[in-house]
């Protein structure tokens, strides 16, 4: 055992020129540094942990669904772009697949018609070249906030690809894609997002109706470069408040212990 | 200045075509035939076939009769027409004014470009030598009017040739009229009986019908004769319809060798947008529609066209917006020239905006570029701004604006739950309902059996009569939540009725 009052400086010296190492890693790896900028989220407990604290711009990014169809991961989709598209006061993209994306269910999430164009593109090259094309466009000085595209699948080369695109334009490229597709990329963050059993409505008085309350998510942050891997069950309480973590998790968040633990928490 | 037209015979199209398509012996003589009452006649007769003494019109035992050794395929008018079309399209790089003219002929206006080839008579040898080598026999002639070098290409003397050298038969200038003089009038285009009825009035040359007082003519032979006479000698206006209509903007590139390499086109193309730009930005207009045509040396043309969502100029974005349309460009042997249009254009300020909007509109630009390029490969309609629709009935609420059209900051109402997907198609489920006007119970989608945990509803929405088929049903609508919380937007096909079978369907997904 070495006495901390002759081995402090030293550890100092060390741990700085550590941080000053990953800080250089990172603007390498194309993480940012100290440059990076981010959209917040919103909600503090999800920040905390993101690199950046929130949303990279310039960046690729993952959300996946799970196989059995539903709008979980379409409605956090919506959200984030439409934090995205109000920090930047600037339109999004979303690239569809088939024709089924319905403004107005989105409007409810934030994405308000004013703030979204849409490109429908069948084939799945042309997505995929859509979303590089519009990825590289805000270089031109386009105005796009962020770019959105359904792709199932995609190896590694083309998510590099991307990536370098998106740090090339500066928007935030996300891709939606389903869970069991998900292979190897170089995307900073993967999300995955799944529906939850919600809140009854108008619990707070203390009676319980019948009837379909607030939509209750069930987020995880599967992989975060730069960051570390998460788990929440938040709760959409629409747009005027955003995103909050469901009230059973809200007292282990305040405790400082993540529900979930992961395994790059249980090193640290 | 007067005008110049170029007037192009080719006389023995339909076998030319049919040589120049192959499959048929090249030494053999070549007659195409047709059927006539049972009869069979030679239409066309190439080179060969005519030097044995064979002609149009000749049944084709007596053509078998005297050349044992020839070869007979059926005559294709519509392959022939074609053919024509696609040669007056080639003829566009001369001139974007060309147009067929008859079955065998093209009218080319060369007013004002015959310098770019060295004079008109250069122009003509270039055009007949560029025919033969694709081996089309032609004949052609200059005048003031189409008319005239109609009557000269067709009835003058000369000789056809295939890619020789002959003078080809240029008329000075405001000498039309004594040139087509010594013709037969078989040159004024005139059907056949007018022709006959002439020259048994002993009117065989064109110059005897100009002598004679233009009263007693149109009583006798028509009103008809009159009119060719004067177009051939320019007292009628005769306009050339171009195939295309001619832009007014164009630039236009010839090659000393021909090129075909995807850089050499994009440098060109850069070169040609440089040279439209300036002329747009000194009229004060922008491209809202563009068309680069291509002609190679084999005499194929091809085209390559792009829109705008607002006019543009500047090169290097329509450059962007071209490259991507010439992927997959076959150059053949080369391209020799390639000609650059503006086939729409709009006003467009001068660019200079002010320092503070600079960076907006540079932004709307770039938008409005990336979604023109975008809307390029995906098709039109594609890449679209939704837009708030009064209608009520789901899938006519979202209404499709351009990409560049002003947001507007209306939005849909919030009181009604609305799906972020919404089904193209309602697909049919298998819904267990026990109690009528409530949402089922359990229902089975894409093999999956959903218990709902929670539901919202009914919300009736009705057809809209005005816009649907009468008298169809109203849905209604339930909001539900699975026990897992996936949350979907189901309707029952009409209100609940003892006598039929409920149907349900799905339709949207929530979040």
Redesign the interface.
């Known amino acids: 055992m070495i006495t901390p009052a002759f081995h402090t400086p030293r550890a100092d010296q060390k741990r700085a020129a550590l941080a000053a190492l990953k800080a250089h890693v990172r603007a390498l790896e194309g993480i940012g540094g100290a440059g990076v900028r981010a959209v917040p989220t919103g909600l503090a407990a999800i920040d905390r942990g993101l690199p950046g604290g929130g949303l990279m711009l310039g960046a690729l990014h993952e959300i996946l669904r799970p196989a059995a169809r539903d709008g979980a991961a379409d409605g956090f989709a919506a959200f984030l772009l439409a934090r995205a598209a109000e920090a930047a006061d600037a339109p999004v993209l979303w690239i569809t697949e088939s024709c089924d994306l319905y403004p107005p269910g989105l409007a409810a999430f934030g994405l308000t018609p004013d703030r979204l164009i849409i490109a429908h593109a069948p084939r799945r090259v042309d997505r995929l070249w859509a979303l590089e094309e519009a990825a590289r466009a805000a270089e031109a000085g386009t105005a796009l906030a962020a770019v959105l595209a359904e792709v199932p699948q995609l190896d590694l080369v083309a998510s590099r690809r991307l990536h370098l695109a998106a740090e090339a334009g500066g928007a935030a490229v996300l891709l939606l894609r389903p869970a069991e597709s998900a292979g190897t990329s170089v995307a900073v963050t993967r999300w995955q997002v799944a529906a939850e059993p919600g809140l009854p409505p108008a619990i707070a008085s203390g009676t319980v109706e019948p009837g379909v309350g607030r939509p209750r998510w069930r987020l995880e942050l599967l992989r975060c470069r730069g960051g570390r891997p998460d788990a929440w069950t938040v709760d959409w309480l629409g747009t005027a408040t955003g995103l909050a973590l469901a009230a059973d998790q809200q007292g282990a968040a305040a405790s400082g212990r993540p529900v979930s633990s992961t395994i790059d928490a249980d090193a640290a | 200045m007067s005008r110049r037209i170029l007037a192009l015979w080719l006389p023995s199209l339909p076998t030319d075509r049919v040589h120049r398509q192959g499959g048929v012996e090249g030494g053999r003589p070549l007659v195409t035939v047709t059927g006539d009452r049972g009869r069979r006649i030679v239409t066309g007769v190439d080179d060969a076939a005519a030097a044995a003494g064979l002609f149009p019109g000749m049944p084709l035992a007596d053509a078998r009769a005297l050349e044992p050794g020839m070869q007979a395929v059926p005559a294709d008018p519509e392959a022939d027409s074609r053919a024509l079309r696609d040669l007056a399209c080639w003829c566009g790089r001369y001139t974007p004014w060309a147009a067929p003219h008859g079955g065998d002929g093209i009218l080319l206006d060369i007013t004002g470009c015959a310098h770019l080839f060295g004079g008109e008579a250069d122009l003509a040898r270039d055009l007949s030598a560029r025919l033969g080598r694709l081996g089309f026999l032609s004949r052609l002639a200059v005048a003031d009017t189409a008319g005239a070098a109609w009557a000269i290409a067709r009835v003058g003397s000369g000789h056809g040739w295939r890619g020789g050298a002959l003078e080809a038969a240029v008329i000075t200038p405001g000498r039309s009229r004594e040139a087509i003089a010594p013709l037969p009038v078989a040159g004024l285009r005139l059907d056949a009986a007018t022709v006959a009825a002439l020259e048994r009035a002993g009117l065989s040359r064109i110059g005897d019908v100009q002598a004679l007082p233009r009263g007693p003519l149109a009583t006798r032979f028509g009103r008809r004769l009159l009119q060719r006479l004067d177009q051939a000698s320019g007292a009628e206006a005769e306009a050339i319809s171009p195939l295309k209509p001619v832009a007014r903007y164009r630039a236009r590139l010839a090659f000393a060798e021909p090129i075909g390499r995807t850089e050499d086109v994009e440098a060109a193309l850069d070169r040609l947008l440089g040279l439209l730009c300036r002329d747009l930005e000194q009229a004060g207009l922008g491209v809202r529609r563009a068309e680069l045509t291509l002609y190679r040396v084999d005499g194929a043309v091809a085209r390559r066209s792009i829109g705008t969502s607002v006019p543009m100029r500047q090169p290097a974005g329509l450059f962007r917006l071209f490259r991507d349309r010439l992927e997959g460009l076959d150059a053949g042997f080369g391209i020799e020239v390639a000609v650059l249009s503006a086939d729409a254009v709009e006003p467009m300020a001068p660019s200079q905006p002010a320092l503070d909007q600079a960076?907006?509109e540079?932004?709307?630009?770039?938008?409005a570029?990336?979604?023109d390029?975008?809307a390029l490969?995906?098709g039109q309609g594609?890449?679209?701004?939704?837009?708030?629709r009064e209608s009520h009935w789901?899938d006519r609420?979202?209404a499709r604006q351009a990409?560049v059209a002003a947001?507007?900051?209306?939005?849909?109402p919030?009181d009604t739950?609305?799906?972020?997907?919404?089904?193209?198609q309602p697909q049919p489920i298998e819904a267990m309902a026990p109690v009528p006007d409530d949402p089922p119970i359990l229902f089975r989608w894409?093999g999956?059996h959903h218990r709902v945990?929670?539901?919202?509803g009914p919300e009736r929405i009705a057809h809209e009569w005005w816009q649907d088929a009468p008298r169809r049903p109203a849905r209604d609508y339930y909001?539900?939540?699975d026990?897992?919380?996936?949350?979907?937007w189901l309707y029952r096909d009409g209100p609940y009725d003892p006598e039929r079978p409920c149907r349900w369907y799905l339709h949207?997904?929530?979040?």
């Open positions: 960076a907006a540079r932004g709307g630009r770039a938008l570029e990336l979604a390029r975008l490969r995906l594609a890449v679209f701004r939704p837009a708030v789901p609420a979202v990409a947001p507007s900051a209306e939005t849909w919030a739950p609305r799906p972020l997907r919404l089904l193209a894409q999956r945990a929670r539901a919202d909001h539900v939540e026990a897992d919380g996936r949350r979907f949207g997904l929530f979040a």
